[in-house]
Each structure stands twice: as C-alpha cells, then as structure tokens.
C-alpha cells in the first residue's frame, strides 16, 4: 500500500532565533504563552526580550487559558502568495484572548458567513512541519 | 520656532503615464524632476536635496537615483514609510531648507508596478520580512487588502457602517476621475456596480480597493523668499505631522490610527483649525481608509465617517471636496501614492485644475498613509496655503 504522504507545507514560516525560540517550543508542546514584565506587570504580545513600557529584560512566561474572542476578522478570496494562492478562502482574524492581548491567527473549522465579532474561540494547535506548531482558532466547543 | 509659511512648493510636475512598459524606473524619476524644475523655473543646477523612497528601490536607492541624474546633493532623506513616505518628505525638505541644510530639494517617486505586474494589495504583507513581528503574521496570511478588510469589519460592527457607505468613496473617486484626462479608469459607476464586484477579502470588493499603475511625480521645495521669484505662484507649507501605528504589544485599538496624532500635530503647528481647510487630499488605498482617515484627523467623530462621506458631501463641488484627481481608487495608484496628494493639493491652491477645481481655494491638508492600517503602518498630514 502506498505511503499517504502529506503534501510539503509551502506558506511562509517564521524564522526561529533565541528571542522567539521559547515561545515556537511552547506551541510544539500545544501550550500557548504570552509574557508578562516581572516589574511594572504589562503584559505583551508578540514575545521580546524586553518590556515596552519600562524595558525591563525580567519576563514572566504566564500560561494561556486558549480562551477569547474574535476582535475583527476577513475572509480572503485572493492572495498571489505560494501556500495560500492554493487554499483560498481562508479566515484571518484578531483573537482577543482572555489574558488581553490581540493576536494575529487564522479561524478554522467554520465557514466565513458563520464568523462574527465577539463570537468565542478557542485555540487549536496545527503541527506544520517538525519545528513550527501554529495556534489557530475555531468557534468555542 | 514656527516653519509654518517660511517655505513653498515651487514647482510640481504628475508624470502623465499610467503604463509605461518602454521606461525604466528612473527614467520616469528623471522625467518628473524635470517636469518639476520647469515648472518651477528651476535648472537641475539649482538643486542641491534630494529625497526619494520607492517599492522599486533599494534601501540605498537614492544613490543609485543621484548617479542617475549626475546629482551630488547637500541633503537626502530616503525616508521609507510606504505610501506616505513623499509627504514626510516634503516636510523634512521644508525642515532642512529652513535650517539651512539645502536651498532647492526635489521630492521625487516612480514605479512601474503595473508593467512589472507587481501584486501591490494580494502578494502578502509581511510574509517576506525578517523583521520580528513578520514572524507572527506571515504565516496567516495577512495581504494589503486583508489588513484594511479587518478595519472595515469592525468600523462595521461598531458603528453601522453599511458597504453603501464605503462604495460611495469609490464612485466619488470615479466621477472626478471622469475629469481627469489622465487618470486611469474614467468611465462613471454606481454603488451597485462597487457592491457587484467580487470580494477580494470581505467586506472590501474590487471596486472598494485602489488600482495598480505605472506613475511617478515630483515636487521642488525652496524657501518662500526664492519662491516668490520664480515663475509659478508659491504653495506655502504651513504645517506637518507624522508617525506610526502598529499592533501595540497586542493592546490597540485598532479604529485609532496614525492620522489623529500626526494630524493634530499639523495643525497645532499650521495655526489653523478644521473649519479653515477647503479641500483635502486623503490617501484613497481602500474606501475605508478614506472614512478612517476623515474620523481621525478630526473633520468628524468616529463613528460617524460612513455618514460623513455620503450624499455627494466628497465632490469638487460639495461641502468637503478630496481626491479631485480621481485618487488611487481610479486615476493612478503606482505602490505608493502620496507624492500625488501633494501635486493635486498645489494645483487646486493654484487654481490650475480646470473643470475639477474646487472654489476659492486657499488652504488645503494632504494626508499620507503607508503600510496597512490593520497591521502597521505611518501617517504623514501637511497643510499647504497659497497666502
């Protein structure tokens, strides 16, 4: 019987360095992270290695409930980039997670005319290749 | 120490091409600046500052720009802030003239993105980067037209903000267009006919999104004192702001954008107000960037620019008149726009646009914006007046 191999992941992947490593390693565990400044408390996404609101390099990793909801979304009908140009429409979103960040994802298992600001969401990981885990979103179970 | 009036736009010159697979980059560039320089009365011996920024450039472009034109200025700013980049530009020429830094600065752009079929709005945004935040965006799949889509959807949300609305930029776009021998797309549509295009990415259909062209322009920036002297009436540059707005460590507020500081700045440092400004120039990359733009430098409350940019109140003939060119929704929308905003801005203070020209004229804001709203992106706001 032949092999049912994947098809080769061809949308753009983050590059991975030492600033962004924990947090790419956490979704490889499908755990979801977002920082917090040990100082002054301000919590930020995406990762850095600094506090934008006093600078401080003390970072506290705080673990996320996978939990929010939808801040705005659009669905695509046309991009020219390789990977998408082929998986057209897809659902681009803001997710307000509960911690209170914004973050940047795609909506998955539901239909763009299902979608709605505020609906709640909850967070699914997509392993796309060995070292790149993404957290995407799809209507709250 | 106030800049406002103590410099002018001398010259400015549209090139007139929207296709142009028979020139190169910098041939369009060049083209411009002599357009300018004639306009102005100026020889390319009077020209001592050069800025310049471009999607068809590389980061040291402009010294490529200066080779090309046998340029060995005193000043340059490639300041590259996406479409706004030229109104930065302009006030940084007006800045540096004033100190003293340049005498006659050229402000100059050109591309060929639709003869090089450059996918300006659908070939991703921020997938192709190595900067940080690319890094959390790019496998997403954000576009252009994406990023603006998702601050449509949630001026709708909040506000009511109905597809009728925005379609009435675009048809207001078309109709000055429709006086414009050289823009792009002349022949009138309807909101029906904006509501009938395809959705690139919901709610923002074709119609609701800038064309792509060839283009390019220039501008020639002198003191008011030497501008007096020359041949074409001075555009005095009353005021500037710019900035940016990005995701904000995942804390925006999205509907908020660069406009309202660096529009508040232009006016605290014009010393005029709302009611003094008879026409604008707002950068047209979607219909809703128009009803963003309008809310946050202020000419209403937010909320309420769906309301704001309906029954004809946009028209060269109505009680708010913008992009009497026919903006990047219809006359020319080569990758960046912005150097245009200010071209139309000194025509109209000069009275030189024939059937499109708005009534008594005096002072006008030019509004930049680059980048995509929904992401990250600049704001550039100028005041120009003709006394």
């Given at each position: 019987m032949a092999e049912n191999k994947p098809a080769k992941y061809s949308k753009p992947l983050p590059h991975l360095d030492e600033e962004n490593r924990p947090w790419w390693?956490?979704?490889?565990?499908?755990?979801?992270?977002?920082?917090?400044?040990?100082?002054?408390?301000?919590?930020?996404?995406?990762?850095?290695?600094?506090?934008?609101?006093?600078?401080?390099?003390?970072?506290?990793?705080?673990?996320?409930?996978?939990?929010?909801?939808?801040?705005?979304?659009?669905?695509?009908?046309?991009?020219?980039?390789?990977?998408?140009r082929e998986s057209l429409p897809y659902i681009m979103a803001y997710v307000e997670l509960d911690e209170g960040v914004k973050m940047l994802t795609n909506l998955v298992d539901c239909q763009p005319d299902q979608v709605r600001i505020d609906m709640p969401v909850e967070v699914v990981y997509e392993d796309v290749t060995p070292e790149v885990t993404l957290a995407k979103f799809r209507p709250a179970r | 120490m106030s800049l406002s009036g103590k410099t002018a736009v001398a010259g400015v010159y549209e090139h007139p091409t929207r296709f142009a697979p028979d020139k190169s980059l910098f041939q369009i560039m060049g083209e411009s600046v002599r357009g300018a320089l004639d306009d102005a009365g100026l020889t390319i011996k009077d020209v001592d500052g050069v800025c310049t920024a471009g999607i068809g450039m590389t980061g040291m472009g402009i010294i490529s720009f200066c080779d090309y034109l046998n340029l060995t200025p005193n000043f340059v700013d490639s300041t590259s802030i996406g479409g706004s980049s030229f109104v930065a530009h302009t006030a940084h020429a007006a800045a540096a003239i004033h100190a003293g830094l340049c005498d006659v600065c050229v402000v100059v752009y050109g591309s060929t993105a639709s003869s090089s079929r450059f996918a300006v709005g659908t070939g991703g945004f921020g997938t192709m980067g190595g900067d940080p935040c690319d890094q959390y965006e790019g496998p997403f799949g954000p576009t252009t037209v994406g990023a603006y889509a998702m601050i449509a959807q949630r001026h709708m949300h909040d506000y009511g903000t109905t597809p009728e609305q925005l379609a009435e930029v675009a048809v207001t776009m078309r109709m000055h267009a429709s006086m414009n021998p050289a823009a792009k797309y002349r022949d009138?549509?309807?909101?029906?006919?904006?509501?009938?295009?395809?959705?690139?990415?919901?709610?923002?259909?074709?119609?609701?999104?800038?064309?792509?062209?060839?283009?390019?322009?220039?501008?020639?920036?002198?003191?008011?004192?030497?501008?007096?002297?020359?041949?074409?009436?001075?555009?005095?540059?009353?005021?500037?702001?710019?900035?940016?707005?990005?995701?904000?460590?995942?804390?925006?507020?999205?509907?908020?954008?660069?406009?309202?500081?660096?529009?508040?700045?232009?006016?605290?440092?014009?010393?005029?107000?709302?009611?003094?400004?008879?026409?604008?120039?707002?950068?047209?990359?979607?219909?809703?960037?128009?009803?963003?733009?309008?809310?946050?430098?202020?000419?209403?409350?937010?909320?309420?620019?769906?309301?704001?940019?309906?029954?004809?109140?946009?028209?060269?003939?109505?009680?708010?008149?913008?992009?009497?060119d026919g903006g990047g929704l219809s006359s020319n929308h080569p990758g960046m726009r912005g150097i245009f905003l200010v071209i139309e801005a000194a025509k109209q203070l000069r009275g030189e646009c024939g059937p499109r020209q708005v009534k008594d004229c005096k002072i006008a804001l030019a509004h930049g914006t680059g980048g995509a709203l929904g992401l990250r992106h600049s704001g550039a706001t100028l005041i120009l007046g003709n006394q």
């Open positions: 390693e956490a979704l490889q565990r499908h755990e979801l992270y977002i920082q917090k400044c040990r100082d002054c408390g301000d919590v930020r996404y995406y990762p850095r290695a600094m506090c934008t609101n006093c600078l401080s390099p003390r970072t506290e990793w705080v673990k996320c409930s996978g939990r929010g909801k939808v801040y705005t979304f659009t669905a695509t009908y046309q991009n020219n980039v390789p990977g998408f | 009138p549509i309807t909101v029906e006919d904006v509501l009938a295009s395809r959705i690139i990415s919901s709610p923002l259909h074709l119609l609701d999104c800038c064309i792509i062209s060839d283009g390019g322009g220039a501008l020639v920036i002198t003191s008011a004192e030497r501008a007096r002297d020359l041949k074409k009436k001075p555009v005095y540059i009353l005021g500037a702001g710019e900035t940016v707005r990005h995701a904000a460590r995942g804390q925006r507020d999205f509907l908020e954008i660069a406009a309202a500081q660096s529009g508040r700045l232009a006016f605290e440092r014009a010393g005029v107000t709302h009611k003094d400004i008879d026409f604008a120039m707002i950068y047209d990359s979607f219909t809703i960037t128009v009803i963003a733009t309008l809310e946050n430098l202020g000419f209403c409350k937010r909320g309420e620019g769906g309301a704001f940019v309906s029954g004809g109140r946009l028209r060269y003939d109505g009680d708010f008149p913008i992009n009497t």
